[in-house]
């Protein structure tokens, strides 16, 4: 039996080589590729890498290709007009507050709080008598303090104690819609009060919280017209129109009269008292976009 041995002809051992070769080659290339740089004593050249980033909407981002920097412009906001408008209002008012306080000294603490204490309870009694109500009447505060002897012409004095000073102040609430009876109701509280041991007396005018309300939207009203007034003129100035509005704020300034009376002897005639006008300011600021 014959047997014939299988050689690989010289044309096909030549490309087998070929291809080898080049297998070998890209091998070494992509193995040097993937080193994270090439080491010269301490220093390492980095890979650069070169990206791309996708824009959030409303910016804009330049990237320049090839470039390893990255620059980000955010958008403007949208164009306003800020402005502030006033609205005030006048009336009459139908409330008084009253403060009546007791101011007693004593040699001792509890010398001068067991007086003003006596006296107090005559106050509260004697406007009871007048027809105040229970519901009328209540306590403001309520102070012990501590006397010194004066030593402001001297470097080398010290200061000692002299007494003691205690102070009880009671505010009354009277209500009327008619100013004339109101005024002489207030009068008589104060001779009253004053005639029973009162020595400090305060007067502040004002409106029930119903009313004082419906003067305040008021005011608030007239206040928004003046600064849609004011932004409407700038606007036109500017060649530009009202869009909306982006916000609006708004601060009360209320300014009620108040009397100060202060006395420490017993009125000998009636007090006369005479509500007068009152009024009350709103101010607002509000901020309008344009287009």
Do not use: H, W
Not at 44 to 68: E, R
Not at 73 to 93: D, E, K, L, R
Not at 182 to 190: E, K, M, S
């Amino acid at each position: 039996m014959d047997t014939k041995k299988r050689t690989i002809g010289m044309p096909t051992l030549a490309i087998l080589v070929i291809v080898i070769a080049m297998l070998a080659s890209s091998t070494m290339y992509f193995a040097y590729q993937s080193r994270p740089g090439k080491s010269t004593g301490t220093y390492t050249t980095p890979v650069t890498s070169k990206f791309y980033s996708i824009p959030f909407a409303g910016d804009v981002v330049a990237l320049a290709a090839g470039s390893d920097t990255q620059t980000s412009v955010a958008s403007s906001s949208s164009n306003t007009i800020t402005v502030g408008g006033t609205g005030g209002v006048s009336y009459i008012p139908n409330e008084a507050l009253v403060s009546v306080s007791v101011l007693t000294e004593d040699s001792t603490a509890e010398q001068a709080t067991s007086s003003n204490a006596a006296t107090t309870a005559s106050v509260i009694n004697a406007l009871y008598g007048l027809g105040i109500s229970n519901s009328s009447i209540d306590t403001q505060g309520y102070t012990l303090s501590t006397d010194y002897s004066n030593c402001y012409a001297s470097t080398t004095c010290i200061p000692q104690i002299t007494g003691y000073s205690v102070t009880n102040n009671l505010q009354v609430n009277i209500t009327s819609s008619i100013p004339s009876q109101l005024g002489l109701q207030v009068g008589r509280v104060i001779d009253t009060a004053v005639a029973a041991g009162a020595n400090q007396i305060s007067l502040t005018f004002s409106e029930t919280n119903s009313v004082l309300a419906g003067l305040t939207n008021g005011a608030l009203r007239q206040a928004v017209a003046s600064a849609y007034s004011q932004a409407q003129t700038i606007a036109s100035s500017l060649g530009v129109s009202i869009t909306g509005v982006v916000s609006a704020s708004e601060g009360s300034a209320y300014t009620p009269q108040v009397y100060a009376l202060s006395t420490f002897s017993t009125a000998a005639a009636a007090t006369p008292i005479l509500p007068g006008t009152q009024s009350m300011t709103v101010s607002v600021q509000v901020v309008y976009s344009i287009g």
